[in-house]
C-alpha cells in the first residue's frame, strides 16, 4: 500500500471489513488518543492508527429485555463478540500481508479485573474515528443503531485516511436515565467525552445492578442492556412493518 494513495485504500480496507460482517467502520489517528489510559502502557506506540469496527444487535433482541436481560441476548451478545474478534483477526492479517503491523485488541477483555479496565477503551477508539459520541449512558451511541452496536478495534502501521467525531446529538433526552434499573444514569451530558466515568454513572450502582442480574438463569456475563433498549436513536426501522 503506497501513502500516495490514501483514499483509495482507506475506502478498500473499509469495504473489506465491511464485507467481513461489519456494519460500521472508522478510523481514528492515534495521536488523538495520547490522553487515554492504556495497558501497558505503551501499547499505541509502535502504531498510527486505530480501526474502529461496529456490529449491530438487532432492534428486536433488545425488545426482549424488560426490567431485566434476556438469555437471548446474553446468547446473541456472545456471537457479537465472536463475529468482532474474527473480522479484528482477519482484517489485521490482511494488512500485515500488505506490509502493515497491526494488532487486534479483543472485544471483551478485561486487564484490570479489580478496576474493570480493558487494554484500551472501544467506546473512546470509536468516538475518535467518528462512529458515534458518548451518550449518557457512557455508551457510544451511532444515530444509525443507537448504543445497539458492539465494538472492536485493530491498531495499525497502516496510514489510513482518519474521520473526524460526531457532535452529541442525545439533547434533553432523558430515556435511559428514567429507565435504568439501578438509578445509576445521572443525565449528564458531555460536548466530547466525561472525564471519568463517575461522571456520567453511579459506577457502583451499574455494577450491583449487574451482579444480581448475573444469579438470573441463562445470564452468564455482566449484562443488562436496558439502556440500550430505549435509546430512540435507530430504532425507525426503514421498510420493517411491526404490524401486518
Ligand atoms: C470493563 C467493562 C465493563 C465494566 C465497566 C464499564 C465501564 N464503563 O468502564 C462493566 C462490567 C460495568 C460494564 C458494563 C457494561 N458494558 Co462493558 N465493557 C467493559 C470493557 C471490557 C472495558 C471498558 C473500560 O476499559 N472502561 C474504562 C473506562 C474509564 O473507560 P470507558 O468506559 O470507555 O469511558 C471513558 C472513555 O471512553 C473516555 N473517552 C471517550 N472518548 C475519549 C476520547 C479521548 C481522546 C480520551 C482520552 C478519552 C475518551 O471517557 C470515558 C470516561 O473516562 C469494554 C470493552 C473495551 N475494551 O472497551 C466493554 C464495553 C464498554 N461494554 C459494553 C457494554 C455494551 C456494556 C453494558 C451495556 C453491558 C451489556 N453488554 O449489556 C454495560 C453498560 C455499563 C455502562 N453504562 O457503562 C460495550 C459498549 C458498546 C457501546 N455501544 O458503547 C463495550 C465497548 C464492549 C464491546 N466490545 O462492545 N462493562
Redesign the pocket.
Known amino acids: 500500500m503506497k501513502n500516495k494513495k490514501f483514499p483509495e485504500n482507506t475506502e478498500r480496507i473499509k469495504r473489506r471489513i465491511i464485507e467481513m460482517g461489519a456494519n460500521l467502520v472508522g478510523i481514528a489517528d492515534v495521536n488523538?488518543?495520547r490522553?487515554?489510559?492504556v495497558y501497558p502502557t505503551d501499547l499505541l506506540k509502535p502504531f498510527a492508527r486505530a480501526i474502529s469496527i461496529a456490529v449491530q444487535l438487532p432492534i428486536a433482541i433488545f425488545d426482549t429485555i424488560s426490567d431485566r436481560?434476556s438469555s437471548l441476548?446474553n446468547h446473541f451478545?456472545k456471537i457479537s463478540?465472536s463475529i468482532?474478534d474474527e473480522i479484528a483477526l482477519r482484517i489485521s492479517v490482511v494488512l500485515q500481508n500488505e506490509g502493515f503491523s497491526s494488532l487486534p485488541?479483543p472485544?471483551?477483555?478485561?486487564v484490570d479485573k479489580e478496576n474493570?479496565?480493558?487494554?484500551?477503551?472501544?467506546?473512546?477508539v470509536?468516538?475518535?474515528a467518528g462512529l458515534g459520541w458518548?451518550g449518557k449512558?457512557?455508551?457510544?451511541?451511532t444515530p444509525q443503531f443507537g448504543?445497539r452496536?458492539?465494538?472492536?478495534t485493530v491498531l495499525t502501521t497502516a496510514l489510513l485516511l482518519p474521520d473526524v467525531p460526531i457532535k452529541n446529538r442525545c439533547g434533553d433526552c432523558m430515556l435511559c436515565r428514567d429507565v435504568c434499573p439501578a438509578k445509576?444514569?445521572k443525565g449528564v451530558n458531555t460536548e466530547?467525552?466525561?472525564?471519568?466515568?463517575n461522571?456520567?454513572?453511579h459506577?457502583s450502582k451499574?455494577?450491583e445492578k449487574?451482579a444480581e442480574f448475573m444469579e438470573i438463569p441463562g445470564i452468564s456475563?455482566?449484562?443488562?442492556?436496558i439502556?440500550?433498549r430505549v435509546c430512540p436513536f435507530g430504532r425507525k426501522r426503514k421498510g420493517i412493518k411491526d404490524e401486518i
Open positions: 488523538d488518543l490522553d487515554l489510559k436481560p441476548y451478545y463478540n468482532l485488541i472485544t471483551s477483555d478485561y474493570f479496565y480493558g487494554s484500551i477503551s472501544h467506546k473512546a470509536a468516538r475518535m458518548q449512558n457512557l455508551l457510544i451511541i448504543s452496536v458492539r465494538l472492536v445509576a444514569i466530547d467525552h466525561y472525564k471519568d466515568r461522571e456520567a454513572l459506577f451499574c455494577l449487574l456475563g455482566r449484562l443488562c442492556g439502556c440500550i
